[in-house]
């Protein structure tokens, strides 16, 4: 990153940013324009701390294809403002933008149209995306109607109201014949979770003006007018084969030619697949690296399990499987469309992988927006379906893109949150299930895990837990070993909680109590103080915290002798000290050492 400067002002700043990124360096040159030049030709990102005109004149002649500009990032004089200037999504100056207002505390300027509506735009999928990109994007931001055309429930993101799944049809293929191998492309499919999902037109349905403007999800190479965008999915693997030596130019060459003649497109490459004796195969690797893709490598066990059309002895008996490439592709499922092609040393085959759908699994945090990772923002945008808790969707209902699926429902209802979830991620759409706190601690993580399989992307997102939240204002109180123990016997019987009560009180562990006490359950909590009080001094002290960083937040520091019981409820989190933790200055700390002191 190029930072580029002409005052003292500016250069203060740049020192800034240079100390909190070591990718940042600021960069000079004989005059203010040839230091920004050079930033531009040596960078891949640029900050200038420059008036915006300045640097729009000095950069103009230089601008070329905004998928290889570098981003572009102005700060006025003052630091009030970080403007995204140039590659806003392809170079990232949006995000660079906001991070740069961090740590100038400054406020990020971001004049992008999908940004400040809300919407997602098509080059921030993280698919490559071809095509009248703009026409269709503007298409959509004017509400304008825009048909949406897939060949597989694909885990996109929530689309407005105006991008409607297009009806179902059965075009020709592009590409080989119907006895090449394009035919095994899918037809229409349905599922009971989602509408009818239609194959891409082919030649015989040209994407002219009549057909209005179209969103594309295909790894099929379609036609192309100024009216359609396509979005290619990571849809193919390509199994790979080679003698030892192998160039990357034989292997590329093989593969290109392979996918054109099938009709297929690179960019839908999920990865490159083979046996794990090529994982160090240099013309292999260099191949996916110039593709951008992994290189996934199978012990020859695992090849040797998968059915093949065209298995080889000769392949048997100088790697131990009868095939490398078409069992590599075809590994976890798949419908071959290229079979094995060979060159002089490669043999390359391509399969279709099935979509895998995608369960974000987020923790909300303790309720304050600001304890909320920017992360779990991310996620709740990406997502087209959020299921949870009403109260807890509720929380972030405003950070929902347009169009967003949601479904909520009432206390009581985990399992069948978790379900529904579940299948809505397996039906292939992108899937975000929300809890408070840590999503795995009391919380949606485990109903949902007990449901997901190998169908679905699993992505987990941290959060703040409450238990987290309260120490934090009680003091340090987990200096030392703690355990979190659920004080419900819904679900677990109370024999149970109370060995494990026993068991944190006799180890001298700072316990986390949840679900300490409610109008039902009003006993337990003091059951389980007796428990620890009979292993440690009544002056040890025991923090209260209701509504950790919520309205009506309180915090209530108490003694295992003097602590009432009826102060607490399900809004609570209560914190037990061990026998080291102490009162200072009215907080509560434990010792972080491990040596005990009489």
């Known amino acids: 990153m190029g930072l580029v400067a002409a005052t003292a002002a500016g250069r203060r700043r740049v020192r800034t940013l240079a100390a ?5 360096r600021p960069v000079e040159g004989a005059t203010v324009a040839d230091a920004l030049r ?12 420059l008036a915006t005109g300045a640097v729009v004149r000095v950069l103009a002649p230089l601008l070329g294809d905004k998928r ?8 006025d004089e003052a630091a009030r403002h970080a ?4 590659g806003g999504h392809a170079g990232g100056a949006n995000a660079l933008a906001a991070e740069v207002a961090a740590l100038l505390d400054a406020r990020p300027v971001v004049s992008t149209a999908t940004d400040a509506t809300g919407l997602p735009g098509l080059d921030t999928l993280g698919w490559p995306v071809e095509g009248a990109v703009a026409a269709v994007t503007r298409a959509i931001l004017d509400g304008e109607p825009v048909r949406l055309v897939a060949d597989a429930t694909w885990p996109l993101p929530a689309l407005p109201e105006n991008v409607q799944l297009a009806p179902p049809h059965l075009p020709a293929t592009t590409g080989p014949t119907s006895a090449g191998p394009a035919s095994a492309a899918p037809a229409p499919t ?13 030649d015989d349905q040209p994407a002219g003006d009549d057909q209005g403007w179209r969103l594309l999800v295909t790894d099929r190479i379609v036609p192309l007018d100024g009216r359609t965008a396509v979005l290619r999915p990571p849809s193919l693997v390509a199994g790979i084969g080679s003698s030892r030596g192998v160039t990357a130019a034989e292997v590329t060459d093989l593969l290109h030619r392979a996918l054109a003649d099938a009709g297929l497109s690179p960019a839908s490459l999920r990865c490159l ?17 110039a593709l951008g893709v992994p290189l996934d490598t199978w012990p020859v066990a695992e090849l040797v399990a998968v059915d093949v059309p065209h298995p080889s002895e000769v392949v048997r008996t100088a790697v131990g499987t009868p095939s490398v490439a078409e069992a590599a592709a075809l590994r976890g499922g798949g419908t071959l469309l290229v079979p094995k092609t060979a060159s002089a040393m490669a043999t390359v085959a391509v399969a279709r992988h099935a979509p895998r759908g995608r369960l974000a699994i987020v923790g909300l945090g303790p309720g304050a927006a600001d304890l909320r990772t920017p992360r779990a923002v991310a996620e709740l945008r990406r997502a087209a379906v959020v299921v949870g808790l009403d109260q807890y969707v509720d929380q972030v209902r405003d950070l929902l893109r ?3 699926r949601v479904l909520a429902s009432g206390l009581g209802a985990e399992e069948e949150r978790a379900r529904v979830a579940v299948a809505e991620a397996a039906a292939g759409h992108a899937v975000a299930v929300v809890g408070s706190g840590d999503a795995g601690v009391y919380a949606m993580a485990s109903p949902a895990l007990d449901h997901a399989d190998e169908r679905i992307d699993v992505v987990g997102v941290p959060g703040v837990t409450a238990a987290l939240a309260a120490s934090a204002l009680l003091g340090a109180p987990l200096g030392h070993d703690h355990a979190y123990l659920s004080l419900s016997d819904l679900h677990t019987p109370w024999e149970v909680i109370a060995r494990r009560v026993a068991a944190a009180a006799e180890g001298d562990f700072v316990a986390l109590l949840y679900n300490p006490r409610s109008r039902a359950r009003d006993w337990q909590l003091g059951a389980a103080l007796r428990t620890f009080a009979a292993h440690r001094p009544p002056h040890t002290p025991v923090g209260v915290v209701r ?3 919520r309205p009506g937040e309180r915090v209530h520091l108490a003694t295992l002798a003097t602590l009432d019981p009826a102060l607490v409820d399900m809004y609570s989190v209560v914190v037990v000290g061990s026998s080291q933790t102490r009162i200072v200055a009215g907080r509560m700390v434990t010792p972080r050492g491990y040596r005990w002191h009489p």
């Open 68 to 75: 290889t500009d570098p981003a572009v990032v102005v700060v």
């Open 83 to 86: 403007i995204a200037l140039l």
């Open 20 to 24: 909190a990124w070591p990718h940042a």
């Open 547 to 549: 509504n950790a960083s």
């Open 273 to 289: 697949a083979s046996v794990d004796l090529k994982a160090d195969e240099a013309g292999i690797v260099a191949t996916a690296d």
């Open 402 to 404: 347009p169009g967003t």
């Open 190 to 202: 349905s599922t009971s979770t989602g509408p009818v999902v239609p194959t891409p037109p082919g």
């Open 38 to 49: 050079a930033a531009w030709t040596g960078c891949d990102a640029v900050v200038a701390f």
